[in-house]
């Protein structure tokens, strides 16, 4: 499965929207381009993962290294659109803790 990525600026803010599967075959892309956007100077990304099927562990592991990147450089990164089965894995995982997922990419907070 592909990942989609569709990038938009709003409000100092780069939304990613994602579509299909973060998982092994996908993460890579997903991190370069976290990578690429904070090298940039954005360093504040919201992810909306309403288009988004499936995350593996290694996809999970694309967002945490991703949130440490924005933080590292005074950032911070978000997730919206989250799906019941996406809200339930990040409260299993304990994602939920340490990512914001509040919110949508209408009205996300900063």
Not at 42 to 52: A, E, H, P, R
Not at 74 to 103: I, N
């Amino acid at each position: 499965m592909m990942l989609g990525i569709t990038q938009k600026n709003k409000d100092g803010w780069v939304v990613l929207e994602l579509s299909g599967e973060i998982d092994m075959a996908t993460g890579p892309q997903l991190r370069q381009t976290i990578v690429h956007r904070v090298q940039d100077g954005d360093n504040k990304i919201i992810l909306d993962l309403s288009g988004v099927d499936f995350v593996d562990s290694t996809g999970l592991g694309v967002l945490i290294g991703g949130l440490k990147r924005t933080r590292s450089h005074g950032g911070d990164l978000q997730c919206v659109g989250l799906t019941e089965p996406l809200k339930e894995m990040f409260k299993l995982t304990g994602l939920d803790a340490v990512l914001s997922t509040e919110g949508s990419k209408e009205g996300f907070h900063d």
